[in-house]
């Protein structure tokens, strides 16, 4: 089922006011609302490599295997979704590894990744590293992935306060990344999308630039215009900075869209 009509997707990536190269990648399908953005690493333009294997493989690999998905109730559906998902970032894994292995210039690249599909009035989304996908709903911004990254480890211990992170020299440093291993951890998880929210996918190049207060009112502002929304993220990061490449990928339902037959997405569309 085509969701072209009911979704809305537009992204930017930048280079920034300080590196040469854009190391982030982003990619999406309007057909099937399928988000994808990475943010590599390496040298002799290894991240760009790694980076840009990532989200033609994801992009790839869901475009494919989505077509014959069949839901028949809230498990499967959960479970069918959640596994193209997890498949597909878990072949770009391999895809950036086997590469690496290869040519020897690119050995070491890695990228970080956050990929996001929309159906049956619901997301999936996967993700490895410091890439981030943040939800504004009701005026309310929502950081929905968790980092892997040192600082955050360090402030689930305890051994950080948010605010101290920000400041450390050790923000950067990810605990997970693709391709630098042959297998990776991928976190997936599931939530309910609700017409008018808005779906932010975007790189450490705009969340070590601007803080999340910023970020929600440029979305509550643009909220009827995301190709601005993006463009003031991007200008602002830049503004204040801009140290790393800048990318923001910016997703939002204006339509409801159950898949057909499907009991969750009937009591859905019942009790709301």
Request: hydrophobic residues 40%.
């Amino acid at each position: 089922m085509s969701l072209k009509g009911k979704i809305q997707l537009y992204g930017k990536t930048d280079t920034g006011s300080v590196r040469e190269h854009n190391e982030d990648a982003i990619g999406c399908n309007d057909d099937i609302a399928l988000a994808v953005l990475a943010d590599g690493m390496g040298g002799h333009r290894g991240g760009e490599m790694a980076s840009a294997i990532t989200v033609s493989t994801v992009l790839e690999a869901i475009t494919n295997n989505i077509k014959n998905i069949k839901i028949d109730d809230t498990d499967a559906g959960y479970s069918t979704v959640g596994k193209i998902i997890h498949e597909a970032v878990s072949l770009a894994n391999k895809n950036v590894h086997d590469s690496s292995e290869v040519h020897a210039q690119y050995r070491g690249m890695g990228s970080t990744v956050v990929a996001v599909l929309f159906y049956d009035n619901r997301f999936t989304v996967a993700h490895v590293g410091d890439s981030r996908l943040y939800r504004l709903r009701d005026g309310k911004l929502e950081q929905l992935t968790r980092d892997h990254s040192l600082v955050q480890d360090l402030i689930d211990r305890d051994f950080y306060t948010p605010e101290q992170a920000k400041i450390s020299l050790n923000k950067n440093l990810i605990t997970r990344a693709i391709g630098i291993d042959s297998k990776v951890q991928i976190d997936v998880q599931e939530d309910i999308a609700m017409v008018n929210d808005i779906y932010l996918l975007c790189s450490d190049g705009v969340t070590d630039m601007i803080d999340d207060d910023l970020i929600k009112s440029v979305m509550i502002e643009n909220s009827q215009n995301l190709e601005k929304s993006t463009s003031e993220i991007i200008r602002l990061a830049n503004e204040h900075g801009g140290k790393d490449n800048i990318s923001a990928l910016l997703v939002k339902p204006i339509k409801s869209f159950p898949a057909k037959n499907n009991l969750f997405s009937r009591l859905f569309n019942i009790f709301s």
